[in-house]
């Protein structure tokens, strides 16, 4: 589902903070959002004793390969700092991470520190399944409006780990190569449709401009909030599809399937983020795609030098949003909150740690590690910063869901899907999605 909520405050903080950092000459990397690399279990080797209680955290996350690498050698790092503290890890691609993290939840099994999404966090919290954090980490450094989006009933149970945007990424090279330029900051959903269909004509066999936005709800969301109609299930649990817009949007992109802008449907789901052999713009099939700031180093370490961002497409509001990346969470049935916490602290506020982990969750979220890495930062690290740059321009607040909505996403992907291949109308559609909806409004 599309969600996460950042204050207008946040936007300004966090935008005069990265620009700050690309006036210097930098940016960074950092959801669905990663590649789908085999699930994997481990664990660092037995440390040496040192006379401390011997305690094994566990930790889940999922991520790209990247993501995964950094984080195994800072819980060796942190092994060895602490030497009583041994780590089994469990991490995966997105897909399926949540299935698997409410399974062991359910069973009172879940890993002592778990990387969380905003969209899951009421849920958790209201199921009371999240540990408190609000004492025994140094959140100093945290910018307070992006520290209290991990907040519940005033305690912190939820600590941001990075900085992100949800805006537009396209293939630089491929559009200079048809003598076509990118899209202006400021942009028009009008100018980028009419981009999009400009483009189709100088495209070979097996090639397409933009993804079915039919199927994608946070592109929706995004077009949906960029008309001023808010978003389409509001923070407080209310179905808002707006009838006018959904009308528009899906008919729209019933025309481009017609066209042949966007691909067929059996071809989109093939499409995997950052899979190199099924991500269509990584293969050179598709030109343009929504996007968390947060991949975009990916995306130029598989394409490299030849990935361009931008804000999302405006309308009489912007259509992006500010967000954390994601957070790090406790669960409340660890036996080792204490030693959790202590990591959590080490793992957001210590340099060597920092130097590991990079961007790969994001732009760092304390501004010291940040400028600490700003000299190093590569072109996709730019990238990333640049994007946060020009959503905050005009940025919305961010949705991170409302409590008990977490299922209306498989209601609305079947519904989608059927619409996409054409079984059902786009009014059809509205009215199963509306009812639907009811099911989960309180």
Partial sequence: MFMNIVPRKTAAA?????????????????????AQPAPQTGGTQTATSTGAKPIKLRVMWWGSQARHDATLKILDLYTKKNPNI?????????????????????????????????????????????????????????DPSLLDTGKYKGKLTAVPLGNN???????????????????K????????????EEIKPKLGKGQY???????????????????????PVTVDGKF??????????????????????????????????????????????????GLHAAQVSAYDALKPGAIGVAAMPQG?????????????????????????????????????????????RGVPITSKIVAQLQPKFNLGDKLTVEMINKTALKPQ????????WTDFAKDEQDIRERLMFEKITPEQAFDELAKAGKKYEK
């Fill in 14 to 34: 966090v935008a005069a903070l990265l620009l700050a950092f690309t006036a210097a000459g930098c940016s960074s990397l950092g959801v669905k959002e990663e």
């Fill in 86 to 142: 041994t780590f089994e890890t469990q991490y995966q691609g997105f897909d399926g991470y949540l299935d698997k993290l409410t399974t062991q939840a359910a069973a009172k099994n879940a890993p002592d520190i778990i990387q969380m999404d905003a969209a899951w966090l009421a849920d958790w919290n209201g199921r009371g399944q999240l540990a408190d954090l609000s004492s025994g980490i140094n959140t100093n450094d945290i």
């Fill in 165 to 183: 945007a949800w805006g537009m990424i396209y293939d630089k090279a491929a559009l200079e190569k048809l003598g076509v330029a990118p899209p």
């Fill in 185 to 196: 900051d400021g942009y028009t959903w009008d100018d980028y449709f009419k981009l999009v």
């Fill in 209 to 231: 401009v933009i993804k079915d936005g039919t199927t994608d709800t946070t592109q929706y969301a995004a077009f949906q909030l960029s008309r001023g109609k808010g978003w």
């Fill in 240 to 289: 808002n599809y707006d009838k006018e817009s959904w009308l528009e949007w899906t008919k729209k992109f019933a025309q481009l399937r017609k066209d042949g802008v966007v691909p067929p449907p059996d071809v989109q789901l093939a499409d995997k983020d950052l899979d190199p052999t099924a991500d269509m713009l990584i293969n050179g099939k598709l030109l343009f795609k």
């Fill in 316 to 360: 009489v509001q912007g259509g992006g949003w500010l967000k954390a990346t994601f957070y790090f969470s406790v669960s409340q049935d660890s036996q080792y909150k204490e030693e959790a916490k202590k990591f959590i602290d080490w793992f957001i506020n210590d340099p060597e740690a920092g130097e590991i982990g990079g961007t790969t």
């Fill in 397 to 404: 607040v961010f949705n991170p869901g409302a409590p008990g």
